[in-house]
């Protein structure tokens, strides 16, 4: 094809896809990156409109033809979804860079069928040219990784000319991968947290049940009942409190915490809380810090959770003994970005390398019994990682089997403009 009539598909293209985007919004079935690249198309349908005849009114002072083709090729190569140009024999005309990197083997003037094996979509363009309608449909890739991708479908009616007026069809694919991925992990978290939250209900109805009933007069079975079902109660109490906990921190992560606090406070304020109910179960809290201040940008209730979080684990599962609370310079050298390093270290049974990467995710758990045996909910080192990401940290947690575990938590120093 000439180059000219090349030019004028790719602009009649931007100008497409802009239709087709501006379309998915009207529908309300939109996400950032479409709506992000329908205001680029927009504006670019805006600035080539002239091109294939159409009125426009966004760019007032009007560049000459070459000027506006750059532009528009400037334009769809940062759409970041692919966008494929093909003419009425599936014969490819023009790509954008998302496009080649999705489909290497994606050629000009090749036919699409050798760079995509996907029946549904060459059908669709067969439909497409037939009755004229835009129409959707799926694609999915196995390699190199499993994606998944909504391909719109749309014909491009084109001036009469050297292509002699056929339309051509611009295919713009619209990556659902992620979305897919966000979808499953809202169901399995609601599904998680109503069976954490099922079993002491069920318990909790049985014995209620069990003391209107056959325990009626039985005040023996009634105050050890009575217990029970306050241990059921604290327990889905716990569990709502981590749950509101955890979405009002994932809320504001994105707004880094303004205030100066002392790190070194907050530990020893809550090893001072905490050492009591270690004592209990025979486990010695130890801090290891300078008498210096640590000053950081925090949050302070939200650091006082991490230690908590911490310490409660190590005393839980660290099998007794010795449970240390350190805070050090990462490295007293980098005095470019220096940290401090939180670290709570137990001698207990350790965790399994496997069960380390997913310590973070909300209800994991190595051993569920004995989780729940000890009052977790599995949503701590969820609610200590969101924390730290939230102070622009770093959580990395240790463990050797039958030696022990050392959670740390990499928190940047807070330097007033007079020190730096
Ligand atoms: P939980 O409420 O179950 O304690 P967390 O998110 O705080 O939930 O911890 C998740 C799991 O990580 C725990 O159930 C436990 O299996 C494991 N774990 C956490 N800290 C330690 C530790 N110091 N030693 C051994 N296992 C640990």
Same mark, same amino acid.
């Given at each position: ?6 030019? &004028?598909?790719? &602009? ?8 087709? *985007? ?92 050798? *760079? ?23 694609? !999915? ?13 749309? *014909? ?37 947290? &109503? ?28 105050? =050890? ?17 981590? #749950?509101? &906990? ?12 303004? =205030? ?18 270690? =004592? ?16 950081? #940008? ?48 137990? !001698? ?23 989780? =729940? ?5 599995? #949503? ?41």
């Amino acid at each position: 094809m000439a180059r000219g009539a090349r030019r &004028s598909a790719w &602009s009649g293209a931007a100008v497409a896809v802009a239709v087709l *985007a501006a379309a998915e919004i009207v529908q309300g079935a939109v996400d950032m990156s479409l709506a992000g690249s329908a205001i680029l198309a927009l504006a670019l349908g805006g600035a080539i409109g002239s091109l294939i005849g159409r009125p426009h009114t966004v760019i007032p002072v009007e560049p000459d033809a070459s000027e506006r083709h750059s532009v528009a090729e400037a334009l769809l190569a940062n759409i970041p979804d692919p966008v494929i140009l093909v003419d009425r024999r599936a014969v490819v005309i023009e790509v954008n860079p998302a496009a080649r990197a999705l489909l290497p083997n994606l050629k000009l003037r090749h036919p699409l069928s050798f *760079a995509l094996r996907a029946p549904e979509i060459l059908d669709g363009i067969e439909e497409v040219l037939r009755t004229g309608q835009p129409l959707k449909t799926l694609y !999915n890739t196995r390699v190199p990784t499993e994606r998944a991708f909504e391909v719109q479908i749309g *014909a491009l009616p084109m001036p009469e000319g050297p292509a002699g007026g056929q339309p051509n069809v611009v295919l713009f694919l619209r990556d659902l991968t992620s979305a897919r991925r966000l979808e499953a992990m809202r169901v399995d978290f609601v599904a998680n947290a &109503s069976h954490e939250l099922r079993t002491p209900l069920a318990s909790l109805l049985g014995f209620i049940e069990t003391l209107q009933g056959p325990a009626r007069n039985d005040t023996a079975a009634r105050e =050890r009942f009575l217990g029970i079902m306050r241990m059921q109660a604290l327990r889905m109490t716990r569990l709502i409190d981590d #749950l509101l &906990s955890l979405s009002r921190i994932e809320l504001r992560e994105h707004v880094a915490p303004t =205030r100066v606090e002392d790190l070194a406070q907050i530990v020893r304020q809550m090893v001072d809380t905490q050492g009591p109910l270690a =004592r209990n179960r025979g486990v010695t809290l130890v801090v290891e810090a300078t008498d210096e201040p640590h000053p950081i #940008l925090g949050d302070r209730d939200e650091l006082l959770r991490v230690v908590e979080n911490l310490v409660e684990n190590a005393v839980k599962y660290g099998g007794g003994g010795t449970v240390t609370v350190s805070l050090n310079r990462e490295d007293p050298q980098n005095l470019r970005k220096p940290r401090f390093v939180l670290a709570v270290s137990d !001698n207990g049974p350790g965790i399994a390398a496997e069960h380390i990467p997913r310590l973070t995710e909300r209800f994991y758990r190595v051993d569920v019994a004995s989780s =729940r045996d000890q009052g977790g909910t599995g #949503l701590g080192l969820a609610i200590v990682k969101h924390i730290v990401n939230r102070h622009r940290g770093r959580l990395i947690i240790e463990s050797v089997p039958d030696e022990g575990t050392t959670v740390k938590a990499l928190l940047p120093e807070h330097r007033s403009e007079a020190a730096a």
